[in-house]
């Protein structure tokens, strides 16, 4: 006889899975599937950059200080640089990336690299504007408030896992002058971004950017289901207080239970 828990959590995968799957399947026969809304922070690079071009001065991104390849925040962080790679090559734009783990400096260096490539600009690009700069924290954000000051950069991209430097690099790029587009997934810092950044992507729309970008239909299919989820995840929880608060959910608990 399965608990309770095990039954809601059966119910919820299925229907996530079932979701899915259909909407995978609709994508790929070329059937519509609903649209992502529009993300601001993601519409806004392109007129930063043009900004950037125009005042001929460079742009500089940061994927976040994550210790390693294990943060998703990370990863969503790759899908938006290559999105910033190919507009700054179509605007012949300067970008400078900063990183603080040495193994991500080649990766880094290869998606802009694709970026420049992508739009016939290769010859554009330099390599030592993808920059390895320090293995902690408050070092790597020494650093990348130097270039901001030093390069007086327009705009400044902060995408990925953020900790207590964020407001750091946000009140540098402010003396700079500078366009700030920022976005994490840590709670603890969105207010920071919010306050200090022009445009800030809150909490999973770093992760919805790649779908958003792409305009792939079975990217976009599979976040659909995915937001599904959560709507029907959130129900279940209303409903489960609701039944509480009203002393009303021991029918239902034997229900399940039987």
């Known amino acids: 006889m399965l608990e309770q828990g095990y039954v809601i959590d059966s119910l919820v995968v299925l229907f996530y899975t079932l979701t899915v799957v259909a909407l ?18 993601i519409d806004s690079i392109e007129e930063a950059v043009g900004r ?9 991104y940061s994927p976040g200080t994550a210790a390693d390849f294990n943060d998703p925040q990370t990863l969503a962080s790759f899908a938006v640089l290559g999105h910033v790679a190919r507009t700054v090559a179509r605007y012949q734009a300067r970008l400078i990336t900063a990183t603080m783990v ?3 400096q080649p990766i880094l260096e290869e998606i802009v690299r694709q970026g420049y490539a992508s739009e016939g600009s290769v010859d554009v690009f330099r390599s030592d ?3 390895y700069l320090a293995g902690s924290q408050w070092a790597y954000a020494s650093g990348v408030v130097g270039i901001m000051a030093r390069e ?10 953020f900790w207590a430097e964020s407001l750091l690099f946000a009140e540098a790029g402010a003396r700079a002058g500078a366009i700030q587009i920022g976005g994490t997934a840590h ?8 306050t200090a950044c022009d445009y800030c992507m809150l909490g999973e729309e770093i992760y919805a950017a790649s779908a958003y970008i792409s305009k792939n239909p079975v990217d976009t299919a599979s976040l659909v289901a995915q937001d599904w989820g959560k709507m029907v995840i959130f129900g279940l929880i209303l409903a489960g207080s609701i ?9 239902l608990v034997d229900f399940l239970t039987k």
Do not use: C, Y
Request: glycine residues 6%.
């Open 187 to 194: 709670h603890h810092q969105l207010a920071f971004m919010l």
């Open 129 to 131: 504007d993808v920059r």
């Open 52 to 60: 950037a071009t125009e005042m001929n001065r460079p742009i500089i």
């Open 24 to 41: 995978i399947s609709r994508a790929r026969k070329g059937l519509r599937v609903p649209e992502i809304r529009r993300i601001p922070g």
């Open 102 to 104: 040495p193994q991500m």
């Open 243 to 251: 039944l509480a608060t009203a002393n009303a959910q021991k029918p």
């Open 152 to 161: 007086g950069v327009a705009v400044t991209l902060m995408i990925g896992p």
